[in-house]
Nanobody, 127 residues
C-alpha cells in the first residue's frame, strides 16, 4: 500500500512559478513510476508528467513541455513538479499518482495505469 500527500499548490500570477511535492509512504517507492495529473473545472483529468523509478526517463504532456520539470528523490520518498512560466490555463487540481506495477513505465500517460492517488493540491494562476 502506498499513501501519497501533495503539497505546494497555491495562487500565483501568470508567468510565476511553483514547486509541487508529493511525499510517499512505503518501501516500494523507489521501484515505482510516478506521475502528475491535473483536473480543471468542468474538464477530465489529464496527464501532466511522469518519471521512471530510477529517475532516468521523464515524460511530459505537450502543453507543459519546456515549462515543467519532474524530479524525484528516492532517499526522501518524494517526487517534485517544478512549474515555471505558469499560465491561467494551468489552473487545476494537481494529483500525484503511483503505478502499482514495479519497474514499469508502460502507459505512463494513462490514469488507469496508476493504482495510488493523492488527495490533490489546488494551483490557481491569475492573469
Amino acid at each position: 500500500q502506498v499513501q501519497l500527500v501533495e503539497s505546494g499548490g497555491g495562487l500565483v500570477q501568470a508567468g510565476g512559478s511553483l514547486r509541487l511535492s508529493c511525499a510517499a509512504s512505503g518501501r516500494t517507492f523507489r521501484y515505482t513510476t510516478m506521475g502528475w495529473f491535473r483536473q480543471a473545472p468542468g474538464k477530465e483529468r489529464e496527464f501532466v508528467s511522469a518519471i521512471s523509478w530510477g529517475g532516468i526517463n521523464t515524460y511530459y504532456a505537450d502543453s507543459v513541455k519546456g515549462r515543467f520539470t519532474i524530479s524525484r528523490d528516492n532517499a526522501k520518498n518524494t517526487v517534485y513538479l517544478r512549474m515555471n512560466s505558469l499560465r491561467p490555463e494551468d489552473t487545476a487540481v494537481y494529483y500525484c499518482a503511483a503505478k502499482g506495477q514495479a519497474y514499469s513505465s508502460d502507459g505512463y500517460f494513462s490514469e488507469v495505469q496508476y493504482d495510488y492517488w493523492g488527495q490533490g493540491t489546488q494551483v490557481t494562476v491569475s492573469s
